[in-house]
């Protein structure tokens, strides 16, 4: 950094502006906190998912409002106002498909995000809150995807939600108001459209927002866990600072998500089905691909029956979310490499297993019902 | 901990005092001070590593060696360093303690007489609930509004049983119902039954030898399925997780009710077979007049549950 430097010339207007800015918020020394932070052993590829999240987040949020300009939250025109938005408006069609590609790439960089962390030990002790927090965020993301789903008021919109909030209905003793209060009614309506509409434009992204502020803030004030091995002085040897190595990667792994995402809304446009309506006609109700494994797992006799439903649905994704939650309290081992830590890696390919055996017997499944 | 060196320290060497501490140099990783940075009483800066500190004492600190052997060391190199103020290295500042003595604000004179600081701090909580608490319950009032609504019993005509060719067999009726919520102007919603004509056998199953009563959210009795009636309808939502299921063919149980969503498996009484239901599909009031019209009250029962429990 030269700081000896003394300009030759007068000043240009925007390094006046500059300089006016940061006498009274100290701008350079902001920038430079943010910019200088050690990446211990350096940067990596692997650590791209937290920014390129943000950016997914930032891009959704900016298509999201683009569609509100023209869809109109009512059981009666939700469905038109969406027709409209794909067939009639310029671009339209792709930037709703930017919408909905963008939280199918959420939900794998989230999964990717927290397999990382997982792998990598990065949850323990001093990061306890950074997961906890991230975890909540999980939370949310699921949730945007759930109430999203019901916005274009198609059969699959009808029906996921149907589904979805029968099995929320399951929950002990709270399961009745809470399906009541988020379907607005006994059954799906208006009602029911406004308040996912409202969770989903107003509640989730200032949740959204706050948390992932929470989530920077403890993450910067924890400081990153680097690689799980070498020693202090490899380690030290290889660190480097966010900027630039580490924001050169995450601008290209940004780049790559954008590009995917746009090929994929070019490729595979959103096209809805017939307008929701309580009977289902030859519309065969399926959630999208990331609960597959769960509705899958729904099928199951061990969760047939009222106690079963609640075992599967409820009891089991619960434990599972509780179990997550718990673990940095749960192994307090200080080992971070992956390869030491037995437990956690048969876990986390158990997991990951079951899910894709899951998702596959789902979607194999499929054939069978045509 | 042993004291780290002070900034503006005097730093003395076996021999004789060379200068005095301008700048210390942390470990990014440690976090303990790795070098000090000697100014050598005008003739430039050297930065001097902390083994070759022999001790640290207030106000001085004595280096190993002679002052020559620290005067050979490189010049200081400013521009390989950030101050700590630029970086970002989480709980540097508080493990770095090298200005003498504690900075400090006076108190404002207004503040030093107060003496309730945390009686004010609880009464601040405390007004703040007072706020919250008067809103909770409008606002849980508010969002209530919709969710419990009285039953409809009114009858709904959806077709004529003349298009029921076979006994047992599921057929399915279409009808359209007229809902109007709230504010919304009123709409045509879709939906079906399935309706059987049932031979003695399956009536016998569907009813168990008793009549079967539909009630009101207050327990008054609306209607009764006489056990003698041979046609039985069957609301079209599973009792499983409320899809729609459809009356087809299977490669071993034959011809049965099956729920594509998560396979639930009825007969033609509503019986389970196999999959996770747990409660036989759900007949519904039945009436059929002489001409064939068939009227049914239109009653949903939540999903998923052993008991029917009406929810409209």
């Known amino acids: 950094m030269a700081h000896s430097s003394v300009p030759s010339t007068e000043p240009t207007a925007i390094e006046k502006v500059i300089a006016f800015i940061d006498e009274r918020v100290g701008l350079k020394q902001m920038q430079a906190k943010m910019l200088n932070e050690p990446v211990p052993g350096g940067s990596r590829w692997a650590y791209v998912f937290g920014s390129v999240l943000l950016f997914i987040f930032i891009m959704q949020a900016l298509t999201g409002i683009l569609l509100m300009f023209y869809y109109v939250p009512t059981a009666d025109h939700a469905y038109a106002s969406t027709q409209y938005i794909i067939h009639d408006v310029d671009y339209g069609w792709f930037l709703l498909s930017y919408h909905f590609w963008g939280s199918t790439a959420m939900v794998v960089c989230v999964f990717a995000h927290m397999s990382q962390v997982f792998l990598w030990g990065a949850y323990k002790k001093p990061r306890e809150m950074i997961w906890l927090v991230g975890l909540a965020l999980f939370g949310i993301v699921m949730g945007f995807g759930f109430t999203g789903y019901l916005l274009p008021w198609d059969q699959r919109a009808y029906w996921a939600t149907t589904v979805g909030v029968e099995i929320m209905d399951k929950t002990p003793v709270l399961g009745d108001f809470m399906a009541r209060f988020l379907k607005g009614g006994p059954t799906p309506g208006q009602m029911t459209l406004s308040r996912f509409f409202v969770i989903h434009v107003m509640i989730l992204p200032a949740a959204l927002m706050g948390l992932a502020g929470l989530h920077l803030f403890l993450f910067r004030a924890a400081g990153p866990a680097g690689p799980f091995r070498g020693t202090q002085e490899e380690i030290k040897a290889k660190t480097d600072y966010f900027f630039p190595r580490q924001i050169w990667k995450d601008i290209v792994g940004m780049a790559v998500v954008f590009a995917s995402i746009c090929a994929l809304a070019f490729w595979e446009p959103v096209v809805l089905l017939e307008e929701a309506t309580p009977d289902p006609g030859d519309y065969h109700p399926e959630p999208e691909w990331y609960f597959l494994f769960l509705f899958q797992l729904l099928r199951l006799k061990i969760f047939a029956g009222e106690f079963g439903q609640f075992l599967g649905a409820i009891a089991l994704p619960g434990a599972f979310m509780a179990l997550l939650a718990a673990l940095p309290f749960i192994d307090r081992d200080p080992e971070r490499n992956i390869f030491r830590r037995p437990i956690a890696l048969i876990g986390w390919i158990v997991v990951m297993v079951s899910i894709l055996l899951f998702t596959v017997s789902a979607i194999i499944n499929r054939e069978f019902l045509d | ?312």
């Open chain 2, 1 to 312: 901990m042993t004291m780290q060196p002070q900034l503006k320290s005097k730093v003395r060497c076996a021999d004789r005092e060379i200068g005095e501490v301008t700048k210390v140099v942390v470990d990014p990783l440690s976090h303990e001070i790795s070098h000090i940075v000697v100014s050598m009483n005008g003739s430039g800066e050297r930065q001097v590593a902390m083994a070759m500190v022999q001790a640290v004492r207030e106000g001085t600190v004595e280096l190993r060696g002679a002052a020559s052997d620290i005067a050979a060391l490189p010049p200081f190199k400013r521009e390989d360093y950030v101050t700590t103020h630029e970086v970002e290295i989480a709980h540097l500042e508080e493990k770095v303690h090298v200005t003498p003595g504690e900075v400090l604000v006076p108190f404002p004179e207004l503040e030093k007489s107060v003496k309730r600081r945390t009686f004010f701090m609880n009464f601040t909580h405390a007004i703040g609930f007072l706020i919250g608490l008067p809103i909770a319950f409008p606002i849980l009032r508010y969002l209530m509004k919709p969710m419990y609504q009285p039953f409809d019993n009114g009858w709904l005509k959806i077709g004529n049983v003349g298009k029921i060719k076979q006994d047992d067999i599921g057929v399915q009726f279409k009808y359209k119902k007229k809902v109007k919520e709230a504010y919304m102007p009123e709409s045509e919603i879709e939906k079906n039954v399935w309706i059987l004509k049932a031979t003695p056998a399956v009536l016998e199953k569907v009813y168990q030898g008793k009549d079967m009563e539909f009630r009101d959210a207050t327990g008054k009795a609306v209607w009764t399925n006489k056990k003698e009636v041979p046609y039985v309808a069957f609301s079209g939502k599973c009792p499983h997780l409320g899809c729609g299921y459809k009356w087809r063919a299977h490669k071993v149980l034959g011809q049965v009710f099956l729920c594509p969503c998560h396979l639930s498996i009825y007969d033609a009484s509503g019986k389970v077979l196999d999959g996770p239901a747990p409660r036989p599909l759900d007949a519904l009031p039945i009436k059929v007049s002489s001409t064939g019209e068939v009227e049914i009250i239109d009653m949903e029962f939540k999903a998923g549950t052993k008991s029917q429990i009406r929810i409209i």
